[in-house]
DNA sequence: CGCGATTCCTGGTCGC
DNA sequence: TGCGACCAGGAATCGC
């Protein structure tokens, strides 16, 4: 389940290799992949064949390629999306839906599993593999930000199209180890909401880029059940709540992200190791870190809610 | 207007 | 052993 240090890792990934490339072709496998494609600015292949790449910049869960066109390539990893990069002439993953056929990249900025050792020098496939189909590749335009700041993390990456946005990214916030996260705003919008915390922190207009997996692990740790009013925080426990999620989001990236199995995989197809540091999730009947009470899983929002039901209980 | 339920989708697993 | 039911869940959309 790509979260926000999934894609990130994702991301860092592909900047380099992508930076500066040209679609010289575009191969759709599943046209599920490209659903929230908007056909009338134009076809998805047609928007794609012939433009360069520009960079890769991320929000959230969200990425894009700003192109030279002005508009950008989004990719949304939904449940089991993937981008991996391959050398002319890999095998045909199963789940295969869309591939860019890239050009002009150079040798030294691929990474090791994409080193041609022949003469396909400078060709690269960037594949969307994605097994449940909730993912998702669009061409769209950009927006300017409403802050100015730029639209999201571009890693060393800058130009024209940095303090811009793709319309369909438009109205998630921003993500909490955005530079520009405004912590004011987010505290405001727990005030104002009524509704539960958990519910809140997936809804990715308040704070983005946190998923099923880092919800239960920052609420365990920020001492929260899930079902906490969000008006009922005290500025100290948004303040640590907050906190909490930044420190699990950073800890997570350090490790590569979260695996499970062969279902998240970074540009190279290698798997991170952060479920080795999970509290919580995925680990009912096993018993609690912190007091050793017997963890456990709920039903809540159509998915598992994983808490300990001593240290996280309701205060409101 | 905003919250919360529904929908999209596949493959692994479980029970009969 | 085989087959059907069920579960995982990000985010747009719809209904109330």
């Known amino acids: 389940m790509p979260e926000l240090p999934?894609?990130?890792?994702?991301?860092?990934?592909?900047?380099?290799?992508?930076?500066?490339?040209?679609?010289?072709?575009?191969?759709?496998?599943?046209?599920?992949?490209?659903?929230?494609?908007?056909?009338?600015?134009?076809?998805?292949?047609?928007?794609?064949?012939?433009?360069?790449?520009?960079?890769?910049v991320r929000r959230g869960k969200f990425l894009w390629l700003p192109l030279d066109s002005g508009r950008a390539l989004v990719v949304h990893l939904g449940m089991s999306g993937q981008v991996l990069l391959r050398t002319p002439g890999s095998a045909i993953d199963r789940h295969l839906r869309i591939r860019l056929c890239l050009e002009s990249v150079s040798p030294q900025v691929l990474p090791p599993t994409a080193w041609p050792d022949d003469g396909a020098a400078g060709e690269l496939w960037f594949d969307f593999v994605d097994q449940r189909v909730f993912g998702s590749l669009v061409i769209d335009n950009m927006v300017p930000t409403t802050d100015g700041a730029a639209g999201g993390f571009a890693g060393s990456?800058?130009?024209?199209?940095?303090?811009?946005?793709?319309?369909?990214?438009?109205?998630?916030?921003?993500?909490?180890?955005?530079?520009?996260?405004?912590?004011?705003?987010?505290f405001a919008g727990l005030a104002r909401k009524k509704t539960g915390i958990k519910r809140a922190l997936l809804d990715q207009t308040l704070i983005s880029g946190i998923g099923n997996i880092?919800?239960?692990?920052?609420?365990?740790?920020?001492?929260?059940?899930?079902?906490?009013?969000?008006?009922?925080?005290?500025?100290?426990?948004?303040?640590?709540?907050?906190?909490?999620?930044?420190?699990?989001?950073?800890?997570?990236?350090?490790?590569?992200?979260?695996?499970?199995?062969?279902?998240y995989v970074n540009v190279n197809g290698q798997s991170g190791y952060f479920a080795h540091s999970l509290e919580v999730y995925g680990r009912q009947g096993t018993p609690c870190s912190?007091?050793?009470?017997?963890?456990?899983?709920?039903?809540?929002?159509?998915?598992?809610?994983?808490?300990?039901p001593s240290c996280q209980v309701v205060t409101s």
Request: proline fraction near 5%; aromatic fraction near 6%.
């Open 214 to 263: 880092y919800a239960d692990e920052a609420l365990f740790a920020a001492g929260l059940h899930y079902k906490t009013p969000t008006a009922s925080l005290s500025p100290a426990q948004a303040a640590e709540l907050l906190a909490a999620l930044r420190a699990i989001l950073q800890r997570a990236l350090g490790e590569g992200g979260t695996s499970f199995d062969s279902q």
């Open 157 to 186: 990456g800058a130009g024209p199209w940095s303090a811009l946005v793709p319309s369909q990214v438009a109205h998630i916030s921003r993500d909490p180890i955005d530079p520009a996260f405004s912590q004011s705003a987010f």
């Open 290 to 308: 912190r007091c050793g009470t017997t963890l456990v899983r709920e039903s809540f929002m159509n998915r598992g809610s994983h808490l300990c």
């Open 6 to 56: 999934e894609v990130e890792v994702v991301r860092a990934g592909v900047e380099p290799a992508v930076t500066g490339a040209l679609v010289a072709g575009v191969e759709i496998f599943d046209e599920r992949s490209l659903r929230r494609h908007d056909r009338r600015t134009g076809s998805f292949t047609e928007q794609l064949t012939g433009r360069r790449i520009l960079g890769a």
